[in-house]
């Protein structure tokens, strides 16, 4: 564990420095103005741009390299040498208000959860062993180096077929995830010419895109059709193998490389906590993102489950969302601390793109629904944006 000064009292402790404790951090050390110490504690000694980890064919060109998709924290924070503490969250005791990192007890003031998620495998025998997952940085440097290794080997090995690769999952990141490896250009990734991969999106029980527009779903259909994707729609994964996924109703379907992205889930030490758990195990949490019977603890992002009043659905899970939550989160926080009124979050949702593979994008934004290469662009700009706003904070502007 690095940062392990201890500050003179407890901390206002955030845990996980992803897109919602990133700005929660930067939200609270602008509203408390120096009056309580603020520690951010991550893992990794980086912020991921987890949005853009579906982008596997850039990753396998970078062989190795994370510049693109990662930015050093350290020059993110401002404030004591201590405000970052670089270690795994292990345990969070919150009757005795500390939390173990690295095997030591680092007590709190404050606690905001704000620590991701992890694939969800729901049970499935050998999913886990045998399929590649985009939901952190290593897993999709790890499945890019996979299919341009398995692309770049002599025509002879593969008999002339093409590369076989099975996404399973039918939201947006299995969507873009089946669309990126359709169209992406391996050619240039292996330096020479190579037949696109034949790929199987397996949607499972769940609609294709379930939850979006109608019409966004029509088109992201059609597009991913165009670019020859086979859509396995109705029956859930029931079993994977080396090399075969088993559907229920006993549907074998073979494949090469096999991508799990039907979902995430809290992760352990999240799941272990003794409060309300939703769905996959998130954090229920009440109209100002504080955890039920805990004040001062807060939790926002892929780990809680927001009930939005107005038509009792849970908000989604989304980068959109938790950077939405995080400074309503931060100030909350602080007025906890102060003895002052909270104020209930309002979720407003400014728009849905999913990227179709790496040409074009469809998205519901303002009411219309839109497709084609101009929607990629405004996706792009969007986790331009998000970048551009992590990466100011280095050069105190928002502090």
Known sequence: MTGRAEPKEPAILVLGAGYAGLELWHALRRG?????????????????????????????????GVTPWVVPLQGLLSGPADALLTGTVEAIALEDRSVRVDGENVPFRALAICLGSVPAYYGVPGADVYCHSVYRLSGAQKLAQAIRDALSRPPGQAQGKRLRVTVVGGGSTGTEVAGEIATANWSKSVGHAVPSPEVRLVVGALPFLAGLDPKLV??????????????????????????????????????????????VQAPPVVRSLSVDHGRSGRIRVDEHLEVPGHPGVFCIG??????????????????????????????????????????????????????????????????????????????????????????????????
């Open 32 to 64: 408390a103005r120096g009056r309580y110490p603020i520690r951010l504690v991550d893992r990794h000694p980086v912020h991921v741009m987890r949005t853009e980890l579906y982008e596997l064919a850039r990753l396998s060109e970078a062989e190795g």
């Open 218 to 263: 029509a088109r992201a259909r059609k597009i991913l059709g165009a670019a020859g994707v086979e859509l396995h729609e109705g029956k859930n994964v029931r079993k994977v193998e080396r090399n075969e996924l088993e559907l229920e109703g006993g549907v074998h379907l073979p494949f090469d490389i096999a991508v799990w992205a039907a979902g």
């Open 302 to 399: 892929d780990v809680a489950e927001f009930t939005d009043p107005r038509n009792h659905l849970p908000v989604p899970a989304t980068a959109q969302a938790a950077v939405a939550e995080a400074p309503v989160a931060a100030r909350n926080l602080l007025h906890r601390l102060r003895g002052q009124p909270l104020e209930p979050f309002v979720y407003r949702e400014r728009g849905v793109i999913v990227a179709v593979g790496t040409r074009t994008a469809v998205g519901r934004v303002g009411g219309l629904t839109l497709g084609g290469r101009p929607v990629l662009v405004l996706k792009n700009l969007v986790e331009s944006v998000e970048r551009r706003s992590a990466t100011s904070h280095a050069r105190g502007k928002q502090d």
